[in-house]
Antibody, heavy 121, light 111 residues
Framework: QVTLKESGPAVVKPTQTLTLTCTFS??????????VSWIRQPPGKALEWLAR???????SYSTSLKTRLTISKDTSKNQVVLAMTNMDPVDTATYYC?????????????WGQGTVVTVSS | QSALTQPPSASGSPGQSVTISCTGT?????????ISWYQQHPDKAPKLIIY???KRPSGVPDRFSGSKSGNTASLTVSGLQTEDEADYYC???????????FGTGTKVTVL
C-alpha cells in the first residue's frame, strides 16, 4: 500500500523558514520514473504546484516561488523535505505531498492527507 | 505561469451529466497531453480521476471521462450521483521551466 504523510510546524512566524517533511511508504524514490511533488492550497482557494524531485535527484520549482524553495530527498529514510524561506501570512495553506510515476501515471496519483500551516506573529 | 481557467461552479440533477471546461494556452493544455483531473471533497486531499487527457486510474467509475480540443480540456461526469458533489481541479504539464499548473477549480453541486 502506498502512503504519504506530511509533517511540520502548524504555526510559523513571518520571515521564518518553513521546513516540511513528506514521509512515504510502499514505493522507492530510487525507482526509475518516480517523483514526489509539493502542492499547497490556501483556505478556500485553488491548488498550487510548488516543487518536484525526481528519482535521479533532478529538481524543478514553481517559477514564482523558485527563489524561496528548496526540495531534497533522503531515500534511506523514504523522505522528501521542502524548505520555504521568508514566510508571509499569504503562505498560510494546507501543504500536500504527492507521488507521480513518469511513464505510468503522468499525474499525481497518490496524495498525503495534508498539513495545515498558519503564518502568524 | 497563470492558472488554468475553470468555471467557478456547475450543477446537475442526479442522473444528468455535467461538463467542466479547463482553458489554458498553446504552451500547456494545447501542447502536451499531460492533462489530469482531481476530485476534492471538503477537508479531504484531492483524488486523481483522469490522467493523460482521458485515461482513468483503476477504481474510478467510467462515469468520469476526459477530452481535449485545442487549448481547452474538459471533464464530463455522466449519471451524476450525490457523492460526485465536490470541487474539481484540472492540471496540465507546461514544460520544463515551470512544469505544472492547476486550474482555478469548479464546485459541482448535485441538485
Amino acid at each position: 500500500q502506498v502512503t504519504l504523510k506530511e509533517s511540520g510546524p502548524a504555526v510559523v512566524k513571518p520571515t521564518q523558514t518553513l521546513t516540511l517533511t513528506c514521509t512515504f511508504s510502499g514505493f522507492s524514490l530510487n525507482t526509475n520514473g518516480m517523483c514526489v511533488s509539493w502542492i499547497r492550497q490556501p483556505p478556500g482557494k485553488a491548488l498550487e504546484w510548488l516543487a518536484r524531485i525526481e528519482w535521479d535527484d533532478y529538481k524543478s520549482y514553481s517559477t514564482s516561488l523558485k527563489t524561496r524553495l528548496t526540495i531534497s530527498k533522503d531515500t534511506s529514510k523514504n523522505q522528501v523535505v521542502l524548505a520555504m524561506t521568508n514566510m508571509d501570512p499569504v503562505d498560510t495553506a494546507t501543504y500536500y505531498c504527492a507521488r507521480m510515476r513518469v511513464g505510468v501515471y503522468d499525474a499525481f496519483d497518490i496524495w498525503g492527507q495534508g498539513t495545515v500551516v498558519t503564518v502568524s506573529s | 505561469q497563470s492558472a488554468l481557467t475553470q468555471p467557478p461552479s456547475a450543477s446537475g440533477s442526479p442522473g444528468q451529466s455535467v461538463t467542466i471546461s479547463c482553458t489554458g494556452t498553446s504552451s500547456d493544455v494545447g501542447y502536451y497531453n499531460y492533462i489530469s483531473w482531481y476530485q476534492q471533497h471538503p477537508d479531504k486531499a484531492p483524488k486523481l480521476i483522469i490522467y493523460e487527457v482521458s485515461k482513468r486510474p483503476s477504481g474510478v467509475p467510467d462515469r468520469f471521462s476526459g477530452s481535449k480540443s485545442g487549448n481547452t480540456a474538459s471533464l464530463t461526469v455522466s449519471g451524476l450521483q450525490t457523492e460526485d458533489e465536490a470541487d474539481y481541479y484540472c492540471n496540465a504539464y507546461a514544460g520544463a521551466t515551470n512544469p505544472y499548473v492547476f486550474g482555478t477549480g469548479t464546485k459541482v453541486t448535485v441538485l
